[in-house]
């Protein structure tokens, strides 16, 4: 049987604005269960490069049901911490066997 591991999600909330008018937030911890962490293929990985100027690192596939907000947050897993790019993309729930049934892209970062 496939498993996923726990993966700390820091989900960010809007606590007010700036001088300058944008917003503050305020990043609270959350814990996934059985998450899939997979790498990304070095194939799609230049490519990525070129359009965006990131460096994919890893996906990871979200369990079904989940209903935390990824974009834009940092997680972290492996004593790393990584940051979510681009939006989550989602699979047709029924069509899909296994548990999971979104993934996000992660980048590493300090």
């Given amino acids: ?3 996923g591991i726990p993966v700390t999600l820091y989900e960010r909330t809007k606590t007010g604005e700036d001088a300058f008018h944008e917003p503050i937030y305020t990043e609270i911890p959350v814990i ?3 998450v899939l962490i997979t790498p ?7 490519t990525e490069l070129q359009l965006s100027g990131r460096h994919l690192v ?6 079904k049901g989940d209903t935390h907000k990824w974009e834009g947050c940092a997680v972290e897993f ?3 911490r990584w940051r979510v790019l681009n939006g989550v993309q989602q699979y047709i729930t029924q069509l899909t066997p296994l548990d999971w049934d979104k993934k996000v892209q992660v980048e590493r970062y300090e």
């Fill in 32 to 34: 996934v269960e059985n």
């Fill in 78 to 80: 492996f004593g790393k």
């Fill in 1 to 3: 049987m496939i498993k």
């Fill in 40 to 46: 990304v293929d070095s194939a799609a990985s230049p």
């Fill in 58 to 63: 890893c996906e990871l596939c979200i369990p």
